[in-house]
């Protein structure tokens, strides 16, 4: 997470949760980190403390708004599996 560029854009249209912005993706790695580290707790004390230390001096969720959301494609085929679709526009009707 360390060597992330916040200030630069990555994926753009791509990434169709964050749409390149970086400091959200590090916002939600650093979660990520958070709940690890809280189920580490009970089995490692001061590692999990460390790591909760780290994920949120990094930033974590704060809001509803931080969630990362996947919208949906209207099209009956833009949220096939690729290869799936295929496969079965290879079988005659």
Same mark, same amino acid.
């Given at each position: 997470?360390?060597?992330?560029?916040?200030?630069?854009?990555?994926?753009?249209?791509?990434?169709?949760?964050y749409?390149?912005?970086?400091? /959200?993706?590090?916002?939600?790695?650093? =979660?990520l980190?958070?709940?690890? +580290?809280? *189920?580490?707790? !009970?089995?490692? @004390?001061?590692?999990?403390?460390?790591?909760?230390?780290? /994920?949120?001096?990094?930033?974590?969720? =704060?809001?509803?708004?931080?969630? +990362?959301t *996947?919208?949906? !494609?209207?099209? @009956?085929?833009?949220?096939?599996?690729?290869?799936?679709? /295929?496969?079965?526009?290879?079988?005659?009707?």
């Open positions: 997470m360390r060597g992330l560029n916040t200030s630069a854009g990555a994926m753009g249209a791509a990434d169709r949760i749409t390149g912005n970086v400091a /959200a993706w590090k916002k939600f790695a650093a =979660t980190k958070l709940k690890m +580290a809280m *189920l580490l707790a !009970d089995t490692d @004390p001061s590692t999990a403390s460390k790591k909760v230390q780290e /994920a949120v001096a990094t930033g974590v969720f =704060t809001a509803n708004t931080d969630n +990362a *996947l919208t949906y !494609d209207k099209s @009956p085929t833009g949220n096939t599996n690729p290869i799936w679709q /295929a496969a079965i526009n290879k079988w005659p009707s």
